[in-house]
């Protein structure tokens, strides 16, 4: 396109001109990209600041509304860039608030996505794969097996996606619903370290989205050899999906177990950079009726802590179609949380949210799997070593 092309467009107001074919995503770059971009457009290099605040800042759809921007400029960012985000095919409402998104990606592959409200703040737990790779027993999301990873930008694209649907672009930061981030929703989030790192910074810049490391957790069932970078380069909390007291049983329920056990696991974790008793590290216990959940398994769980700044979150088991596990009953999961909090540990036990439409911990699966076998298996590093 000549710059004459980029004038006449530019003369068009309040519409945007057709994106080009390949346009290139904006949402799930970083600084650095948007610089050479500028360097590639022959633009000054604060335009890059200007275009932050407007695609993570302000959350713009159009490019006509970056009003602070030339319109030649904005034509030409409208000629080989889009702001697209993923597409919501499925927008579920619980009976308990709790909300779920389908997002579907440019590819046609499918996530989920759960937003959390409370009084004190909102929850978004967010996918880092299309299926994943590991196969714990009790996760619905483990019996479909992984795509691919997501790229930053499908991450990120989540969360704005989630902004735009709640409609809370415009309000200061103290007055938004969606405040924290949790990376527990489909796939192994280290096992696609890159692409996590990536987008957690961009969603942490404080002139964007702006929500802070202390705000977000990871999830991890135990890829000890990344444990340590997650701490040392992002600094967000973390959280373990613990879940046995045993090597035996956890080889059962958690396969990773095999190759990561729990003496590394646990030494992982006393390492941890960052930890303290100020920002414990946060044991995933899902609670298995006669499975996991007797008192010598709560006394178990706090000799095995012990030392390590921790905290667990008791999870009653939230059934899927053909699950072969039962939830503990109420009294065993009283004992087992008395227990635990006699040992000098505190034992919340979480209260189930969105049982109804399937977006409850452990519940989350797409129908992505149904494709799979149409498209090239994924690169290794996506792979579980």
């Known amino acids: 396109m000549t710059e004459t092309q980029?004038?006449?467009?530019?003369?068009?107001?309040?519409?945007?001109?057709?994106?080009?074919?390949?346009?290139?995503?904006?949402?799930?770059?970083?600084?650095?990209?948007?610089?050479?971009?500028?360097?590639?457009?022959?633009?000054?290099?604060?335009r890059a600041r200007q275009l932050w605040h407007w695609v993570y800042g302000q959350g713009a759809r159009e490019f006509s509304a970056m009003t602070t921007l030339a319109k030649a400029f904005r034509a030409r960012l409208q000629g080989g860039f889009s702001l697209d985000r993923p597409e919501a095919v499925e927008d579920k409402l619980s009976s308990d608030t709790t909300r779920k998104w389908l997002f579907r990606f440019a590819d046609g592959e499918l996530a989920e996505t759960v937003f959390i409200p409370n009084e004190e703040r909102g929850t978004l737990c967010l996918s880092s794969q299309v299926g994943c790779t590991l196969n714990c027993a009790f996760c619905h999301t483990g019996?479909?097996?992984?795509?691919?990873?997501?790229?930053?930008?499908?991450?990120?694209?989540?969360?704005?996606?989630?902004?735009?649907?709640?409609?809370?672009?415009?309000?200061?930061?103290?007055?938004?619903?969606?405040?924290?981030?949790?990376?527990m929703g489909m796939g192994e989030p280290l096992y696609n370290f890159d692409n996590v790192a990536k987008a957690l910074r961009?969603?942490?810049?404080?002139?964007?989205?702006?929500?802070?490391?202390?705000?977000?957790?990871?999830?991890?069932?135990?890829?000890?050899?990344?444990m340590a970078r997650c701490g040392e380069e992002l600094g967000v909390n973390l959280a373990v999906s613990l879940h046995a007291v045993t090597d035996q049983l956890r080889d059962q329920l958690v396969p990773i177990n095999r190759k990561y056990p729990l003496a590394e696991l646990l030494e992982a974790c006393r390492a941890y950079p960052g930890a303290h008793n100020a920002r414990r590290i946060t044991f995933e216990y899902v609670m298995l009726k006669g499975i996991n959940d007797s008192p010598a398994d709560a006394r178990a769980l706090v000799r095995l802590?012990?030392?390590?700044?921790?905290?667990?979150?008791?999870?009653?088991?939230?059934?899927?179609?053909?699950?072969?596990?039962?939830?503990?009953?109420?009294?065993?999961?009283?004992?087992?949380?008395?227990?635990?909090?006699?040992?000098?540990?505190?034992?919340?036990?979480?209260?189930?949210?969105?049982?109804?439409i399937l977006a409850a911990c452990g519940q989350l699966k797409t129908e992505s799997v149904r494709v799979r076998r149409r498209r090239p298996a994924p690169p290794d590093h996506a792979q579980a070593p």
């Open 6 to 46: 980029f004038q006449d467009r530019a003369s068009q107001p309040d519409a945007d001109p057709a994106p080009a074919a390949q346009a290139t995503p904006l949402v799930g770059l970083d600084r650095d990209d948007f610089a050479a971009i500028m360097v590639r457009l022959d633009e000054k290099p604060f």
């Open 143 to 183: 019996t479909q097996r992984l795509v691919r990873n997501l790229e930053a930008g499908e991450i990120v694209g989540q969360l704005m996606a989630a902004r735009d649907a709640i409609g809370e672009w415009q309000l200061p930061s103290q007055g938004r619903l969606l405040t924290n981030i949790v990376m």
């Open 202 to 226: 961009i969603i942490m810049d404080p002139e964007g989205l702006s929500i802070s490391k202390r705000r977000i957790t990871l999830s991890t069932a135990g890829v000890v050899p990344l």
């Open 305 to 356: 802590l012990k030392g390590i700044p921790a905290k667990t979150n008791l999870i009653p088991f939230n059934p899927w179609p053909g699950a072969p596990y039962e939830c503990s009953t109420r009294p065993a999961i009283a004992r087992f949380a008395k227990i635990v909090n006699d040992g000098g540990l505190s034992a919340p036990v979480r209260s189930p949210r969105g049982r109804d």
